[in-house]
């Protein structure tokens, strides 16, 4: 590195742009999958732009462990592939510059990329996923009336069947309500109002969400039947004083949280079988950084080829879902107990591993 710093500073130059580009290309990628559904945020919910680039941006960061690795294949192959077609490489062997030399930039660059891929996938991106399902859920209290559907029985609505002949979204205004509330089996209410508003607390969005209702009547059924006129009724649909805060999923937890749970006994064995896919998923994944590098110094130094411009994007995407498809064939005989957590979530890599180091040297010599 020190003897050829001219050579590493320039192929690192080349290597960080790109690696940049990638980072930027898949999460577009990744985002528009997504696209459905940020659209039903946008106009069924009606949340206002600011909202929406937070929910793109948690989104974002919980992609970085899958995006890390796929950005460094495409970052190496594009630039070992551009100093292939320009004959760079023969000119670098020319100057008396040897393949370690010339493959040392991007194997050090992956294993600082590695170290980065570990933290985000043990604590940044499993914040970003936090943040996201927490925001999604007071976005889905904030907005109850949206999901209550005009002329439709709504069942579900917070231990609730509503039918509102009128719906109004944006104001939450319901026009001729009738409610059956089974929160108490014992006792359960038919409520009937010819108005109701549905409105939540806008300091604590999430948090508190008050269902008001406008001339009705409320009937009663126990031993006898009792039916209770009122002009106006309040019905407080999330209490926030008895509101629990939502479980985090195994996606959210970082490593800490992850090593204690894999270790207690007051869980079942499928849930501490979850944390522990979790945890080898997310070491496997910052590990993959290594494992593409080198596929992408295998097929990226090659000097006899004389292919497109874009043939390092081609390849990247080939590998990558060639990778995911083996991945997640593995993950699923590990969820199924037919192959060991450890063995089946890290065999994938060990493979393309070996695949890697073989062409890295057939193209060595």
């Given at each position: 590195m020190f003897k050829n710093r001219r050579v590493f500073g320039y192929i690192i130059s080349e290597i960080i742009p790109s690696f940049l580009l990638g980072i930027f290309v898949f999460i577009?990628?990744?985002?528009?999958?997504?696209?459905?559904?940020?659209?039903?945020?946008?106009?069924?919910?009606?949340?206002?732009?600011?909202?929406?680039?937070?929910?793109?941006?948690?989104?974002?960061?919980?992609?970085?462990?899958?995006?890390?690795?796929?950005?460094?294949?495409?970052?190496?192959?594009?630039?070992?592939?551009?100093?292939?077609?320009?004959?760079?490489?023969?000119?670098?062997?020319?100057?008396?510059?040897?393949?370690?030399?010339?493959?040392?930039?991007?194997?050090?660059?992956?294993?600082?990329?590695?170290?980065?891929?570990?933290?985000?996938?043990?604590?940044?991106?499993?914040?970003?996923?936090?943040?996201?399902e927490v925001l999604i859920n007071r976005l889905g209290n904030t907005k109850a009336a949206a999901s209550i559907k005009e002329g439709t029985f709504s069942e579900g609505f917070f231990d609730m069947v509503v039918y509102a002949n009128k719906v109004d979204p944006q104001t939450g205004l319901l026009s001729d309500l009738f409610i059956y509330d089974e929160k108490n089996p014992e006792t359960p209410l038919t409520i009937v109002a010819s108005e109701g508003q549905v409105?939540?607390?806008?300091?604590?969005?999430?948090?508190?969400?008050?269902?008001?209702?406008?001339?009705?009547?409320?009937?009663?059924?126990?031993?006898?039947?009792?039916?209770?006129?009122?002009?106006?009724?309040?019905?407080?649909?999330?209490?926030?004083?008895?509101?629990?805060?939502?479980?985090?999923?195994?996606?959210?937890?970082?490593?800490?949280?992850?090593?204690?749970?894999?270790?207690?006994?007051?869980?079942?064995?499928?849930?501490?079988?979850?944390?522990?896919?979790?945890?080898?998923?997310?070491?496997?994944?910052s590990v993959t950084c290594l494992v593409f590098c080198l596929l992408g110094l295998a097929f990226g130094i090659i000097t006899n080829r004389r292919s497109g411009k874009s043939s390092?994007?081609?390849?990247?995407?080939?590998?990558?879902?060639?990778?995911?498809?083996?991945y997640l064939s593995f993950e699923s005989l590990v969820r199924s107990n037919q192959i060991n957590t450890l063995i089946g979530l890290w065999l994938p890599n060990v493979l393309f591993t070996v695949f890697g180091l073989y062409h890295l040297r057939k193209s060595w010599n």
């Open positions: 577009g990628v990744l985002l528009m999958f997504q696209a459905l559904r940020l659209t039903e945020f946008l106009l069924v919910h009606g949340i206002k732009w600011t909202t929406m680039i937070r929910i793109m941006g948690y989104m974002s960061i919980s992609f970085l462990p899958m995006l890390l690795p796929m950005s460094l294949l495409f970052a190496v192959l594009l630039t070992y592939n551009r100093f292939s077609m320009d004959s760079e490489i023969i000119a670098f062997k020319s100057c008396g510059v040897n393949t370690g030399s010339i493959i040392l930039p991007a194997l050090v660059f992956s294993f600082i990329v590695t170290l980065i891929s570990s933290q985000t996938s043990f604590y940044l991106a499993p914040w970003g996923n936090r943040q996201f409105t939540p607390d806008q300091t604590k969005p999430g948090h508190s969400v008050l269902l008001r209702l406008f001339r009705g009547q409320i009937h009663r059924r126990t031993e006898t039947h009792t039916v209770i006129n009122f002009d106006s009724f309040d019905i407080l649909l999330n209490d926030p004083i008895k509101l629990q805060e939502k479980q985090k999923t195994a996606s959210s937890l970082n490593l800490t949280e992850l090593q204690i749970l894999r270790q207690k006994d007051s869980f079942s064995t499928e849930q501490r079988k979850e944390f522990d896919i979790e945890y080898h998923k997310r070491g496997a994944l390092g994007f081609v390849l990247s995407v080939a590998f990558i879902i060639a990778y995911w498809i083996i």
